[in-house]
């Protein structure tokens, strides 16, 4: 009798125990600011190497795209304070794509067809390919963006999703 007693006890620490360890749906919880952010989106999950972030686009089967910058140049500044503040490609960014950004070049000769300058934004689709084909508007710097061009780059994220779908 006693055992069944303390079983019942223990159930009941067991059941009330887990309901307290469950976060509430209700309120949907806030994402700890990341230091890979580098203030391009504190809400977002980036990659810390282009690797990991290669490897997250094929398990996820969702595009790459990968900025390159420098903390002390104005121009990598002012794009990063409209791309962080613009709420539509903050979303889109957060929901479909795998998010790198770098403040070094890497060794794939692919990631800067047509030049090593910052800032830039190149994409990459889950085969791992270089979207060469996603530029922005100067003709001398393909993947170059300013702060005035974010309805371009978000034009560019959606030509990343659908030639995903379309050609994958």
């Known amino acids: 009798m006693m055992m069944k007693g303390l079983m ?7 059941a009330v125990s887990s ?16 230091t890979l952010s580098r ?6 999950i980036w ?10 686009s094929q398990t996820n089967n969702k595009p790459l795209m990968v900025i390159f910058h420098l903390e002390d140049c104005p ?26 950004n770098l403040v070094f070049e890497t060794t794939d ?7 090593q300058y910052v800032p830039r934004i190149i994409f990459v689709d889950p085969s791992l390919t270089v979207r060469a084909d996603i530029i922005g508007r100067y003709a001398n710097r393909l993947y170059a ?11 560019n994220m959606q030509k ?3 030639l995903l779908k379309t050609e994958l």
């Not at 019942?8 to 067991?14: E, F, K, P, T």
């Not at 203030?39 to 977002?44: K, N, R, S």
């Not at 990598?76 to 479909?96: C, R, T, W, Y």
């Open 8 to 14: 019942s006890v223990l159930l009941v620490l067991v």
């Open 19 to 34: 309901s307290l360890g469950k976060p509430d749906k209700a309120t949907p919880q806030k994402r700890i600011p990341q």
């Open 39 to 44: 203030g391009w989106g504190d809400e977002l």
């Open 47 to 56: 990659f810390q190497t282009y690797e990991e972030s290669l490897y997250r």
């Open 75 to 100: 121009h990598s500044q002012a794009l990063k304070k409209a791309f962080a503040s613009n709420k539509e490609i903050q979303k889109m960014a957060d929901e479909d794509f795998i998010l790198l």
């Open 109 to 115: 000769k692919h990631l800067y067809p047509d030049g």
């Open 145 to 155: 963006y300013e702060p005035s061009d974010m309805k371009i780059l978000y034009s």
């Open 160 to 162: 990343a999703k659908k």
